[in-house]
Every structure is written in structure tokens, then in C-alpha cells.
């Protein structure tokens, strides 16, 4: 798990919709947690439920990424940069997985390999890793296609954790209860969508975890989150939506934390078909929404109004004046594009962050104001997603953690925003931005990165490459008899091993 860096724990158990945390083998000895986002890809490693795992204290990685954009040793104990495009790393010594196996470079090149090679790898390593090699027990070759300065960043990605050869099914996807990882917790019990059970793992090379049992159950309803913590049935939650905190922060029996993330919900618009390919209609919709009236009103002061893409949880941010809304100016624009006509438009969500289909009723509402007529479409993310990045929807307001993958925002900028991008809500494409994230293969001052950085956001605001809309925050409530609790602005650590239930 990561050193240095705070981990944000939410542990795992209970509730099927509707039903008590019943059998499972709980006992008063078990953490009990309810938690959101359930694994959706069957656990695969090329998927998000990679990040499922580490959040769960199940895997880790060969290095560590820290807020500041550092990587510190984690799985490997040094690295040295042999070429412009090989890196070498030394695990540490001694280390075996729950499985039993020790844990080589041979499984750490296989753990790399597997999710490079996938047919649609993650962002982080798309385009970047050519491959990896064992050259000795303890001594692993990593080459990229090109001079990367931040490859052991990228490999501080969830998608990149070691796993155990044994853990591995013919198709690629993980079996979490063969031993997995290497983390403080393993799998006893996976219940596809629904549950996992865990134990403390004796054999971490860290220090002991000092909870012994965990039951996480995926609770996608919010209010089922809720009222399971105030009844007493869950001990732990995580996302509790703003229209809930006052109920939760009024019982003295329960604690609300919440941190700064470097996570924005936007407004994303289709920039290459429909509407919003016209630059006239995507400042007219920028100028129609009220950024500080969200926060204010849907979020109750719980984030920040956006005025660009990096908030001020990113260390690189440089904050700019909160553009005022002006509704008869937009609507003024709309009217000498159609001729008074008004604009229909398509915008999607997702309901697995509870405060994004509220936020987008109140964007629909002053873009009608404005001229446009608006549909709303909401469905689960998984869902949405592929409508939106088929360019069928028109915008979508959809929240991102720019620095969940790495702690650098090249990969992020590229990802979502280049002409190539594999992420690319906007579908935006400048050939300008392109040529600054060009610059960055061969800058490893990070000085100079985040000066590159400043220069994209600025470049994506002039452009409106999406309407950035809010900052926000993470919440998470447990009971007071859990301590320990520390809140990761990156969004990585879940379930540690400083986690207490008393």
C-alpha cells in the first residue's frame, strides 16, 4: 500500500437491496462496508476493477504515485533509467503473493504484458509500454516505444498491480479469492456484482492489518448507503450525496470526512457533429450556465465552481475568474445562429454519482432558457458511456479524475482531449493541443510539465472543449467506533491496513 500519501479507506460488507447483512460468516470482529461501484469486467486487470482491487487493499503495485506527482518505491525497491527508452526495476526481496508464489520479475512482466497487450489497455499505458522482461528473480525490464521521463509513475496505475500467476483464468481476468495480490487483505469470497469477503492477510510484508475481517457489499443506491449506516447495519460508507450529510452529521453516533479531489464534472460537449460542432453554440451554452448557482443550490457549498479543467486539488492548477453567467447573452447567440430557432439537443448522465442527474437538470434547464431544447438520458456508466463516445448523445455531464491512473496529467490530456484520445467525451480535436502534449516525452522537469499543463487548460478554455462545471469533493461516513480513516485525494487506497474497528 502506499506510504506518505493519504489512503482513502471505505472497507467492504453488507446489504443486498432491501435486505439485512445476514450469514457471510460476520461476526462483531467484522468490518462492515458498503461501498458503490461494483467490478464490472468480470476483474479484469486491463479494466477499472483493477482499481476496485487496490482499493480494497487486495494488490499493489511496483511503484507508488504521490499527489505531488512523485513516484517512491512500492512492489520494486529502485529503479534506473538504462536508455531513453528501457528502465530497469529490483523488487523487493522475499515478498510472496496470498497465493503462496513469490512474487518475480518473471509475474511482474506478465502482470504488465497482460494489460498492454489487451485489446483496449488502459490509458495510462496506452500507446507508451512495448513490453516488459524478467532478466533475473528479482530484476525487470520495461521498454516504451518511445523516451517516457514518467514511466515509473505510469506503473504506480492500478492496471499495472502484480498479480499472481495462479490467479489468472485462460481469458485474462482476475480469480480474487486464489490469492491475488500481495496487499494487507486477501479474498475469501467473491459473489460476482454483489460481495466480497476478505481476511487479513498474515503474510504483508508491511505492518499487520489491524482489522481481521471485512464484508464489502456493492450498494449502487445512495439512500440504501445511508440508511444503512444510521441504522447500524454498515459501519462504513463511501459517496454520500450532499442532499444526505445534514441527516448523517446529526447523528453523534456518525462521522462525515470529505477531501478535495482532483476530480471535475463538466459539461461535455460533441465538438465534431451536431449542435456543438458550431464554437457559437458551445460559448452560448457556457455562457447560459451558472457555475457558482451549482455548487451553491445542487452541491450545498460541497465543491468548487470550475473555471477551467485542473481545480485547485491539483497541484499545477492556476486559477482564473469564475466566468459570470450571462443567460441574455447566450440566448442572443443562439438566436443569430438558427434565426430564433430553437437548438434540441441530447445531453447524458449516470446515476452512480448521485449528484450528477440533479446537476443535470438544472444545466438543462438554464440551456432551455437559452434556446436549446433538451432531452435527458440517464443510465448506468457503463451504459452511457459507449453513446457518448459514439458521438450519438450531444453533451454529457460526466465527472473525471484526472489523476487517477497517474500522477501526471499527460496521460489524462491525451486520453481525453487529443485528436486520438480513447476517452474523448468531447470528441475535441486541435491539432495546437496535440503539439504541446508532444512536448512532454522529452521533459522530465516537472517544472516545465506543468507549464505545458497550464497551457493545455488554457487552450481547452479558449476552444470550450466542454463547459467545466464543478470540483469536487469526496465524502465518506463511518460509525465512531472506526477510526483510522485516511482521506486520498487520488482516490486509490481503500481498505489499509490503519483502518481500525473498535
Known sequence: MRRGVGSLVFGLVLVLAGCGFTGGGADAGTLRVAVTIPPRANWSPASDDALLMQRLGITETLVDGAMDGSAEPGLAESWLRTTPTEWRFTLVEGVRFQSGEPVTARAAAESINRVVHDPAPPRALRDTIERADALDERTLAVRTSAPDPILPQRLSAANTAVLAPAAIRPDGSVD?????????????????????????????????????????????????????????????????????????????????????????????????????????????????????????????????????????????????????PDPAAARRSVTEVTGGAPVPITIGTYPDRPELPALTTVVADELGRAGFTVRIVQEPAGSIEPRILSGELDAAVYSRNQLVDVPDAAAHLASDFSCRGGFNLDHFCAPELDSLLAELPGISDPARRTAVFRRADDLLAERVAGVPLVHEQQRFAHRTAVSGVPADPLERDFLTEEVVLR
Not at 444510521?230 to 470526512?257: H, N, W
Not at 452560448?284 to 485542473?310: E, K, N, P, T
Request: hydrophobic share 40%; aromatic share 6%; net charge positive.
Open 176 to 324: 480474487p479469492a486464489k490469492g491475488a495480490g500481495t496487499g494487507p487483505f486477501e479474498v475469501t469470497g467473491a459473489d460476482g456484482d454483489q460481495r466480497v469477503s476478505l481476511r487479513r492477510f498474515d503474510g504483508f510484508r508491511g505492518r499487520p492489518a489491524r482489522v481481521q475481517r471485512a464484508e464489502v457489499r456493492f450498494v449502487e443506491d445512495a439512500s440504501a448507503r445511508v440508511n444503512g449506516l444510521r441504522s447500524g447495519e454498515f459501519d462504513l460508507i463511501d459517496k454520500v450525496p450532499v442532499s444526505q450529510l445534514a441527516e448523517v452529521r446529526a447523528d453523534s453516533g456518525l462521522r462525515v470526512d470529505a477531501v478535495n479531489l482532483p476530480r471535475t464534472t463538466a459539461l461535455h460537449l460533441n465538438t465534431s457533429g451536431g449542435p456543438f460542432a458550431d464554437p457559437r453554440l458551445r460559448e452560448a451554452a457556457a455562457a447560459a450556465i451558472d457555475r457558482a448557482g451549482l455548487v451553491a443550490g445542487v452541491l450545498r457549498g460541497q465543491g468548487v465552481a470550475a473555471s477551467r479543467y485542473f481545480g485547485p486539488a491539483v497541484p499545477w492548477s492556476e486559477q482564473h475568474p469564475l466566468p459570470r
